[in-house]
Each structure stands twice: as structure tokens, then as C-alpha cells.
């Protein structure tokens, strides 16, 4: 089952759901505060792949999560400490946990998507790096999209080998994970947006986002059915069409991750 929250937050409401995808661990991770939001979506390492690391996907999510709350806690409001930043720093603690244990220079060291939003003094700030996009709805009723498709990009189109994707890893021309290179950081893709002409947040991992790459929804459709149903209805949405229509290619199933925020 999905684990759906509910918090309020100052002039905005948020609500989250994450479920993993069947007979596995989850390896996306959500965090909330009253004026940020954090969604991770952790890399499953492929069978057989030496990492140069003991620890595990959900190891890095989770302890990148921390980081970042804290962060985020500490600079949400305050001049100076962009999401860029903020992201180096948690990144840079992270590598600090498990440098003395593990290889931080193997190519295939864990990885993770980080989808980061902070709104307070006017402004909405999004940070996205690889895919887990944010979905900004305006008060105009368009929706404004902040997405890194970079991956999508490589040459030759997916599927990827293993060799391709460890040679364009974190490299430019490439595309870019949260690792253990804090130049990463830097790399994401950013949108600020006035916090008065914002509606409503949306932050999906990918097995939420399959909806619209694989199932033919548009984000109009999604961002209807997070505001009407709540994420974990979404998410409810995404096994559905999977049972329905199974994948030709691909995983059949995917951890899933909604976080919606509304604004008063």
C-alpha cells in the first residue's frame, strides 16, 4: 500500500503518497516542511553491477533526504543558499557518511533523481535533476512544466547499454544524478516562479509520470486527478494501467511517488 500524508503548511496545504513497486523496496523517498518539498527517486542498481559501495539505493535516498530537509530547514527564507547549494551540501555530507567504506569513485556508485521546491518571500523555487519533474499549476490555468529529460537524450535513444549510461554519467554533454559529484548540483534545471500566480505544486518520480509517457495522460489529466483524488488515487491510477497494459519494454511496475501542494 501507498503511505499518504496529509500536513498543513502556513498558506498551503500538502499532501504525499509513495508506494513501492510489488515485492520490492522502495527506493524513492519523500520529505515535506511547511515552506519546502523534497522527492527523490533512488537508481536500482542493475544484477551483477559492482557499486564500490556496501550500502544500498535506499541507503543513499534516505540519507540524501535528511540531508536535504535539514537544508532546506535552514535556508527556506533567508537570503543567500540557493537550492543549488543546498543540494551540494547534502550531496557533499552524503559522501562524507561513506567515504572511508566505500569506492566514491566507481562510475556505478548509487545514484538518485532529486525533484526540490521552496516557496516563501514571493517566490516559488524548483530544482530538478534527471526525472522527476515538478508540475506547476498557474493561477492562469496553464501548467508550467520543470523537467531534465537529458537522459532521454543520449545518443541513440533508450534502451541504454550499462556502458553508455556509466560513460555519460555526471559528465557534460551527458546527464546528471545526485551522487557523489556536487557539481551535479549545478547542473539541475531551475524555475522560479512569483508565489502569488501559483496554484498548485506537483512532484512525481517517474513511476508516476509513466501515466503520461507511457499511458497517453497529458498533465492536465494528472494534476486534475492529484487535486480531485489526492496522490494516492494517482497512484491507484498508474497500477491500474499497468495491469491493464502491461509494458512491451521496461519495467512493468516502478516505485511511485506524488507529492501535491495547494495553495490557499
Avoid at 9 to 36: C, H, K, L, M, Q
Avoid at 180 to 199: C, G, L, M, W
Wanted: charged share 25%.
Amino acid at each position: 500500500m501507498a503511505t499518504p500524508h496529509e500536513a498543513a503548511a502556513g498558506p498551503s496545504d500538502i499532501t504525499f503518497a509513495t508506494r513501492a513497486a510489488p515485492g520490492v523496496v522502495n527506493e524513492d523517498y519523500v520529505a515535506a516542511g511547511p515552506d519546502w518539498a523534497v522527492v527523490l527517486d533512488g537508481a536500482t542498481a542493475p544484477a551483477g553491477v559492482d557499486s564500490g559501495c556496501v550500502h544500498d539505493v535506499a541507503w543513499l535516498v534516505h540519507r540524501l533526504a535528511a540531508a536535504l530537509s535539514a537544508g532546506l530547514t535552514g535556508t527556506a527564507g533567508e537570503a543567500g543558499g540557493s537550492l543549488g547549494d543546498v543540494l551540494a551540501a547534502a550531496i557533499k555530507q552524503v559522501c562524507a557518511a561513506h567515504a572511508d567504506t566505500c569506492d566514491l569513485a566507481n562510475p556505478d556508485s548509487p545514484s538518485s533523481t532529486v525533484a526540490l521546491a521552496r516557496w516563501g518571500r514571493g517566490r516559488l523555487e524548483c530544482l530538478v535533476l534527471a526525472d522527476s519533474p515538478i508540475a506547476v499549476h498557474l493561477r492562469d490555468g496553464s501548467i508550467a512544466v520543470v523537467e531534465d529529460d537529458r537522459i532521454m537524450r543520449l545518443p541513440g535513444g533508450p534502451p541504454y547499454t550499462l556502458e553508455l549510461v556509466r560513460a555519460r554519467r555526471n559528465r557534460p554533454g551527458g546527464f546528471w544524478v545526485a551522487s557523489t559529484s556536487q557539481a551535479a548540483a549545478y547542473e539541475a534545471v531551475t524555475a522560479t516562479f512569483p508565489e502569488e500566480e501559483v496554484d498548485a505544486v506537483a512532484m512525481l518520480t517517474d513511476g508516476v509520470t509513466r501515466l503520461i509517457d507511457r499511458y497517453r495522460r497529458t498533465w492536465r489529466d494528472v494534476m486534475e486527478e492529484l487535486r480531485t483524488g489526492g496522490p494516492d488515487h494517482v497512484i491507484d491510477l498508474v497500477r491500474a494501467a499497468e495491469r491493464a497494459e502491461p509494458a512491451g519494454r521496461g519495467k512493468a511496475h516502478d516505485d511511485a511517488t506524488a507529492l501535491l501542494v495547494t495553495r490557499r
